[in-house]
């Protein structure tokens, strides 16, 4: 019976400290829980693609989205419109941003984000908090404060140096993935997919999609790259477009 029970003891530890283990095994395999994504574009390639849209037309080389990743938006996962008025939904989905609810803001939180999003020059802002905003159970201040956070730290970090310092040159899934890496710790960039779009002859990237795991305004960017799940990386090779079209 004592043989038994040291035996019984011995299978209990084992499976305790395969739980302990588990989630640090899956981390590190990439195996974590996306919950939100982080969209930043690359905004020259965008103008691209769409030279008409205001924030293109008054896109200029010394602009701060010339060298830098724009914001895009951060979306939770599978959700969509949570309690918005169904002619809010229908005039989001055919484009009438315009004829969206005013986002208010903080006057610092609405420079910051017209300086990364260039998008608000087309009311984009309004269309990212009725189908996304509304989904993450926060204000529209805190909302947008929170994706800002985001994406200075992308911006400041080792994926956006490699960017600028190859505009008008390629970049590969390599590179991108290195300097993720490096900026947010091993296997970050098993969470990012690189997205491209063909220009002519001319591969270029239009953005990069980061996977997020749970987490507040209070959490690190790495921190939550590192509690996402992994991803494909989908292209693995694009130019680096510089502003005006080519």
Known sequence: MKRRNNCFAFALSLVAGMALCAPI???????????????ASWQPAFCETKPGKPECKSQTADRYDANHFALHGLWPMRKNYCGVDQADIDADKKG???????????AATRDALDKLM???QSALERHEWIKHGTCTNLSQEAYFSEAIALMDALNT???????????????????VQSAFDESFGA???RRVKMRCEQDGDRRIVTEL???LGDGD??????DRIQAAGGTKFDC????VDPVGLQ
Do not use: H, M
């Not at 095994?25 to 994504?37: F, P």
């Not at 009438?96 to 903080?106: F, N, Q, Y």
């Not at 693995?236 to 130019?239: A, K, L, M, P, V």
């Open 217 to 222: 305004a209070k959490t690190s960017l790495a």
């Open 118 to 120: 260039p998008g608000t």
């Open 157 to 175: 970090s080792k994926v956006s140096a490699l960017f600028a310092a190859n505009v008008g040159k390629a970049v590969t899934q390599d590179q």
């Open 25 to 39: 095994q899956a981390q590190e395999n990439g195996r974590g829980k996306t919950t939100s994504i982080l969209a």
């Open 96 to 106: 009438r941003w315009t004829d969206l609810p005013e986002v208010k803001l903080s």
């Open 187 to 189: 296997g970050a960039g």
């Open 209 to 211: 999609t980061i996977g």
């Open 236 to 239: 693995n090779q694009g130019i």
